[in-house]
């Protein structure tokens, strides 16, 4: 069984919801990632989704797509982003780490080598929104290989073919995007997701998260009413980008710590 299997076999026997902060490495500075991602762990993270700065992201809002610039500024990339996944790792080895991004530098690295480095410094799952899952069975595969979990997207507008190839090739969980268009820009609408989760849910038995649109803890709370994780991440963002270096830890864990109180009440 996975790290990330494990996590939401042990919250479902709790029953308990998962939360998964997102954050873009390499942002504000290069050494306050590792604190950060410490501080969602201590305000209860279940599972951390970590970005890898790229240049041209098609899925992320504004916050986001700055975060990116920012990192990319401080000369942050796919190599160093494995290195703070090693650095938390002395700490914490138990704490799932999902890394989120696009092909290129994936493709830059070297598919088998990347898939080798990312084993080795304890990354459990990838969300690389550009490799549809019709054309990246291999990749899937060599991920299943080296214990690592391929997770796909899934959105309003996905269609039933699209859903059977997500769930058939995807792992470790579902990442329902609720929103057409890209992150941070509107708040997720309750019904709508509730009408389309048991589409998917009639195709797989993994776990669905649900992330676009979550600012706060009401809304993560209607979410995870419905869904299995609630991700929450242009909203972290914002917060880093209003803290600056000298006080993102402290507001990232002042962020979600509500949160978290609001999924267990």
Same mark, same amino acid.
């Given at each position: 069984?996975?790290?990330? @299997? /494990? ?5 479902? @026997? @709790? =029953?308990?919801?998962? *939360? ?10 290069? @050494? ?10 201590? +305000? ?32 942050? /990339? ?31 690295? =070297?598919? &088998? ?11 459990? =799952? ?7 899952? &019709? ?5 899937? #595969? ?31 969980? *579902?990442?329902?995007? %609720? ?24 195709? %797989? ?7 676009? /649109? ?14 299995? +994780? ?7 963002? &914002?917060?880093?980008?209003?803290? =600056? #270096? ?8 002042? *962020?979600? #710590? ?8």
């Amino acid at each position: 069984m996975s790290r990330i @299997a /494990g996590r939401f076999a042990a919250l479902k @026997a @709790a =029953g308990r919801k998962a *939360l998964i902060p997102y954050v873009t490495a390499g942002d504000p500075l290069p @050494a306050s990632t590792v604190p950060i991602l410490h501080a969602l762990v201590e +305000a209860g993270a279940d599972i951390l989704e970590i970005g890898v700065p790229f240049s041209d992201p098609m899925a992320d809002g504004p916050a986001i797509q700055r975060s990116s610039e920012r990192a990319l500024k401080n000369g942050i /990339g796919l190599a160093d982003v494995l290195k703070f996944v090693v650095e938390f790792r002395k700490q914490d080895p138990e704490t799932p780490i999902v890394l989120m991004g696009y092909a290129n530098p994936i493709e830059a690295m =070297g598919v &088998q080598v990347f898939v080798a480095a990312a084993k080795a410094a304890g990354i459990d =799952g990838v969300i690389v929104v550009d490799y549809p899952p &019709q054309e990246c069975v291999p990749f899937a #595969a060599l991920c299943r290989k080296n214990g690592i979990d391929s997770i796909f997207l899934l959105a309003p507008t996905s269609t039933e073919a699209r859903i059977r190839e997500v769930a058939r090739a995807g792992s470790g969980y *579902l990442y329902y995007v %609720s929103l057409k268009g890209v992150t941070g820009v509107k708040s997720a609408d309750v019904a709508d997701i509730a009408m389309h989760l048991p589409h998917i849910r009639a195709a %797989s038995s993994l776990p669905v998260g649900v992330g676009f /649109g979550i600012k706060d803890a009401e809304s993560a709370r209607a979410i995870s009413k419905i869904a299995d +994780a609630v991700i929450i991440g242009s909203r972290i963002v &914002q917060e880093i980008e209003s803290a =600056g #270096a000298a006080h993102a830890v402290a507001r990232v864990k002042a *962020l979600l #710590a509500p949160i978290r109180k609001a999924l267990d009440a």
